[in-house]
């Protein structure tokens, strides 16, 4: 069973950065398409950015573009969420996904991490 563990969260001003982690083991990491989801109270999960293992694509919600960048180290089977110039609306749970399929729709999950930025 692939197992992900998040990391990196925590409560920022407004304007500020945070970079989380989530850690993969017990699977092929390089294998997987690697992406971030969110989740803010009384909101559904929504999809954050995406980093594919065959092409290497990203691609980014249009709400964190030119904000969030994010990026994979095979070497370390750790994938990362670089975020910054952060907003009160980006207050979530942030939950890292694994899969083979591109639109995620079967994917392992993290158990998330808590972003709360403060305005």
């Known amino acids: 069973q692939v197992q992900l563990v998040e990391s990196g969260g925590g409560l920022v001003q407004a304007g500020g950065s945070l970079r989380l982690s989530c850690a993969v083991s017990?699977?092929?990491?390089?294998?997987?398409?690697m992406g971030w989801f969110r989740q803010a109270p009384g909101k559904e999960r929504e999809f954050v950015a995406s980093?594919?293992?065959?092409?290497?694509?990203?691609y980014y919600v249009d709400s964190v573009k030119g904000r969030f960048t994010i990026s994979r180290d095979n070497a370390k089977n750790t994938v990362y969420l670089q975020m910054t110039s952060l907003k009160p609306e980006d207050t979530a749970v942030y939950y890292c996904?694994?899969?083979?399929?591109?639109?995620?729709?079967?994917?392992?999950w993290g158990r998330g991490t808590q972003v709360t930025v403060s305005s």
């Open positions: 980093i594919l293992w065959s092409t290497g694509a990203i």
């Open positions: 017990r699977g092929t990491f390089s294998s997987y398409n």
């Open positions: 996904a694994a899969s083979t399929r591109v639109a995620f729709s079967a994917a392992y």
